[in-house]
């Protein structure tokens, strides 16, 4: 296994508690807890513009087409446009913290979740679709087409259509779920729970199953970019269950054991079976999943890693730690 090659590295101004890279890969930014957002030139790490974004900390970030969408404990997501900074819209979740974003496939609309309530956005900020729950939303993700949002409350999964803001169906489990995840090609919706598993779902026929047995809640879900490989938390090892065929039930998943703290953040490749993953003991590894279990490069940070994200074109993996460090590594060298 090699060290991984130093690209840049950049000092934000807190903890940082959210990390987005644009989709054409021009741009990264990092949000942190005193509410400040950062936009930086991927590739350079030059700093584009920073941001007095929110009241309290930055939740969640994601990039649409030309707008960054930012949430935060202000009770608000908020529109920018990316590559100026400029404001365009502040987004009422309409209660407490705006904790969750979620941009459809081709980047028109945005989802938000605040406390039980979740609204459906355009790109200039105007309320499409309103949807109530009956618990506080976990987790929200389209399926493939955008037709389709997940929002995981309570012991639920909501399935409400965008177009016409209808309840298209709900799933239920025994146990509250924590996270919703669909595969890219929309075939199966993930979710880890409380009771220390992952349940999913298969679209269509909506057939359930899980995969239980974890030591800890699966905090973290990563779906490969082929769909064929579910990449948990919850274990001294990352999980790996196979989702090609038939699996995974009845399937041995992979076990990706290097971390020497259970590693407690993920990120995917949205093109290449990579995978990152991060620990409390300051480590990135970069694994190939297609590989197999041994780990492919890795680099130390100061303290525990925070946040994870890969260029979508270059060979580039990103990654923050608590103390504020946001570090470029190339992963090919």
Do not use: C
């Not at 690209?7 to 054409?24: F, G």
């Amino acid at each position: 296994m090699r060290p991984l090659a130093p690209v840049w590295q950049a000092t934000l101004d807190d903890y940082p508690t959210a990390l987005a890279v644009s989709r054409d890969g021009a741009l990264i930014a990092a949000g942190t807890a005193s509410g400040t957002l950062s936009v930086f030139d991927a590739a350079s790490g030059a700093l584009l513009h920073t941001l007095d974004a929110h009241a309290g900390g930055v939740l969640a970030l994601a990039f649409g087409r030309q707008q960054l969408a930012s949430a935060g404990q202000d009770g608000h997501a908020r529109l920018w446009d990316a590559r100026s900074g400029a404001a365009i819209a502040a987004l009422p979740g309409g209660s407490g913290w705006v904790s969750h974003l979620q941009w459809t496939p081709d980047g028109k609309r945005l989802a938000t979740a605040a406390g039980k309530t979740a609204t459906l956005w355009n790109e200039q900020g105007s309320v499409l679709q309103k949807w109530s729950a009956s618990a506080g939303i976990n987790g929200l993700a389209f399926n493939a087409v955008g037709g389709l949002l997940a929002a995981t409350a309570g012991a639920e999964v909501l399935l409400w259509r965008a177009a016409d803001g209808g309840l298209d169906r709900t799933l239920k489990w025994v146990s509250t779920l924590i996270n919703a995840h669909w595969s890219p090609d929309g075939k199966v919706l993930a979710a880890g729970s409380i009771d220390k598993s992952v349940h999913f779902w298969r679209a269509g026929a909506w057939l359930d199953s899980k995969m239980g047995g974890y030591q800890k809640k699966p905090q973290a879900l990563a779906w490969s970019a082929d769909s064929k490989f579910l990449a948990t938390t919850g274990e001294d090892a990352i999980i790996v269950w196979p989702f090609a065929g038939k699996g995974p039930e009845g399937s041995k998943p992979m076990q990706l054991l290097h971390h020497l703290r259970a590693p407690e953040v993920l990120a995917a490749h949205p093109k290449k079976p990579l995978l990152l993953s991060g620990s409390p003991d300051k480590t990135l590894v970069l694994w190939d999943l297609k590989a197999g279990e041994a780990p492919q490069g890795f680099a130390t940070l100061s303290t525990a890693i925070s946040a994870l994200a890969f260029h979508p074109t270059l060979p580039l993996a990103f990654a923050t730690d608590a103390d504020g460090q946001l570090a470029a590594y190339w992963t090919d060298q």
